[in-house]
């Protein structure tokens, strides 16, 4: 017989585990196994949602995109994917898909300005509806508060190995923004780290300007120049790391000229380029901290940044360098003075100048109104200003009214090119022609205050408009004719090529308009007007050409004879009479009051590809630059349209039912589209009665 055994379980084990239902327990594991599927499902939809994702990965989402600024200070947008650059915002919407929106919500539209006062109503309807410059614009706020700015900054250590491992104690913002003598290492924003280099050398700069680095081979303002040129063409991130490194550099700096060195930088920057919206609270806060500084001229800057700040956020970045000199005015605390010539009649001596005031946020229209007040001027819609090279007034650039004034004379200084080898010049001037048809370069070098449109004066009713009415606005036109008629800046169309100017019809309009403009100047007196006294002075009142003519004693003497004669009859004009009379003369020529653009043309085969194109109250014209011979012309009645771009003005001339396309080279083509837009809006205005 076999014994049975039996088992029991040991006491150190515990007592024995309770039976469970066999039902539960397969209830149990068919949950579980159903779990482990639902979860396999969802990792496998996640992982075929990722594939997808990868596949069907969107080329123009804004990881792709991204800002940077060209070397005039214009953004743009590249994108890293598609290896593609635009001058337009990606992210906006484009004016054709919002119309359809805005139309179907006009219905809807509600007036943002229902609960405002009448104060903040009326800066936002002026922000909102006018396109001058002098309106004073609303200020953008600031993001952020100087908390959430704070913790933008990366993480720094003191030493080689702390950095590289990461061990020691992390700078505090307090120890991080405090002056350093030696060179940082990388960005001082964590969102900066792809800027390191760029802001290790910015800092370089900083620190040669301060004179805490040996640099001989620039002055103070060359370094802060080149600094200021480097930083425009760059993106914002790095203009941040800019002003912090001059809060860095002025906090707890151990020499004060240093100190004062630095603040001279920032108040620069606050000039040309605005730091971005999240860092503009912590440098404002810093700003406004150092007004109670013992040293007196950094209060002066600290006051003159606070001021600064927030008119670059609301204007923007500069489109220039600044001047030497106005960077000087800035270091030293003085007042910037622009001087604005004014045309003076040959015979009353040279040319007239008016100072005016300005700072680094003066725009082109708010000096023309100055000197409209400091002209005495009622009737000021045909006057703007020029720049000019001097000596050669007929050399000009209009200006438009919304322009900086101090970034036009800033780029007087930076046109000026390195020193190039003459392989470098002739490589630079064959790409000049082949680009633009000429090579002309103008270096504009002063201010010319004038009209832009040259008025006929019987045509528009001289005698019953505002320009007769305004005497300062008679002389200053007056003024700037003679100055054009003496140096032949428009001509007598045919009238000037007879070469017997003998009882020709030249030397009989040269004679009356000598005679008007003497008598401008004072009464006839046979004693004092001799014949040798005019003889003495013809050049002061007739064009250069035929003052060349004048070689033969005869022709001389019968001239003289003949402006003695008109200048008797005339001698009980007053002032304004003889002026006007000189413009009603002068007026009937065929260039009279033409501005001249220099143009290379292929549109008509017939004429040569260097011309000039003119415009003035009658319309357009094309002549040649050597003998200025009129090649052809149109009327406004005969432009059909026109337009310009960067290098090209085009205008459809004809009629209804024949119509011609002409594309001419030039870089003044916007110039030439604005100022034949004003002449038409000015001719509508008088016709209808609205001037």
Known sequence: MTKERTWKRPACLGPEPKQEDPAAVATTAAGAVEEVKEVKEVKEVKEVKEAASEENDDPNSPKYWKQAVNKKGRAYWYNKKLNITTWQNPFEEKKEDKQDDENEEKEEEVDPTKDWDEEAKSKYLQQKGSNDASVELIEPEPEGTVEEFEGQFARHRHGFFARVFRTGKELSIQDLLSFKKSMIKKALLKQNRHLDEE???????????????????????????????????????????????????????????????????????????PPSKAARVFIQKYFTSAKEHKEAKVQRLASFCLDNLPKVCLHGQRMQVPSKKELECIRDGEDFTLTVHVFEAPNMGPNQYKKIPINSFTFVGEVIDLMVSKCNLTFKLPFSLYEVEDGKENNENNLHSKDRILDVLGAWENIQPLELTEEERARENAQKVQKLGHEKDYKFNKLLFKAKLMIKAKEMGLERSKILKDSECVRMLFNQAVHEYISIRYKAGKLLNSTDIKGSDEYE????????????AGNFNPEIHTAEWITQEIHKYCPQNIVAKLS??????????????????????????????????????????????DISQKAIPSLTPKLLLGVNAEGIFLARPDNMRQEKFWNYMEVVNWGSASVKFVVVVGNMNQQEKLIFKTTRGGKIAELIQRYILYEYNATSGQI
């Open 199 to 273: 802001a290790v050398q910015a800092f370089k700069n900083v620190m040669s300007y301060m004179g805490d680095r040996k640099s001989t081979s620039k002055s103070d303002i060359d370094h802060a120049r080149k600094l200021l040129r480097n930083l425009m063409q760059s993106p914002v991130g790095l203009r941040d790391e800019l002003y912090l490194m001059l809060i860095k550099q002025t906090t707890k700096n151990p020499r004060v000229s240093s100190e004062i060195k630095g603040w001279e930088l920032m108040a620069f920057c606050c000039v040309c380029f």
């Open 552 to 597: 033969k004693k005869d022709a001389a003497s019968d001239y003289v004879r003949r402006i003695q004669e008109q200048y008797g009859k005339i001698s009980g004009y007053t002032q304004k009479e003889a002026q006007v009379a000189y413009l009603e003369t002068v007026q009937e020529w065929t260039y009279y009051g033409c501005q001249w653009f």
């Open 509 to 520: 309009i040269a004679a009356r308009c000598a005679a008007y403009q003497m008598q401008a």
